[in-house]
């Protein structure tokens, strides 16, 4: 390892590699580590690989890819109704709601209810996980009254806490 303590690698295995909108097929060292992916110097001269920090991309291929700074990403934050909703009287719905910082495509929090003017109307928001696909971030949301209740665009809704996730499939953006 780069710290200089020794690992025994479990095996290795070939999988496909989905950065941007690339597959590139790798072989990978299974090892029990602290971090989710460590991609090397073979991997980087295979695909053509053009580190440019000052920029916060890389070239891969001929593509560029942009790169977050891992500690950029905020962990903790609010979220807004994205737009007017009426919520009928005991009915439980999904709204859409917006996170209040800019966040790399594929980020996965938990969305949870911390916000009081919803708790004062009978309005509860369900604790839930998701994973920003780039647009809004989907609310599930009870109305316990025996009115309809009106949620206001751009109000805060609760608050999201960035989680490390191991999803498969997901648009993966590369960080520093």
Excluded: W
């Amino acid at each position: 390892m780069a710290d200089g303590h020794h690992v025994r690698p479990l095996g290795t295995i070939k999988l496909p590699l989905l950065i941007d909108n690339q597959y590139i097929y790798q072989i990978f060292v299974v090892a029990d580590i602290d971090i989710p992916v460590v991609l090397g110097y073979d991997f980087m001269y295979n695909n053509q690989c053009v580190i440019d920090v000052p920029n916060k991309n890389l070239l891969l291929n001929s593509q560029t890819v942009d790169c977050h700074l891992e500690s950029q990403t905020p962990s903790l934050f609010k979220i807004s109704i994205d737009k007017q909703v009426t919520i009928p009287s005991n009915c439980e719905t999904i709204i859409h709601a917006l996170p209040n910082k800019k966040l790399p495509y594929g980020t996965t929090m938990i969305l949870d209810n911390t916000s009081q003017s919803f708790k004062n109307k009978g309005v509860l928001v369900a604790k839930s996980i998701c994973t920003f696909k780039g647009d809004n971030l989907p609310l599930r949301v009870m109305n316990m009254t025996d009115l309809p209740q009106t949620l206001y665009k751009n109000t805060c809704a609760g608050t999201a806490e960035t989680v490390c996730s191991g999803q498969k499939g997901a648009k993966k953006q590369a960080f520093f």
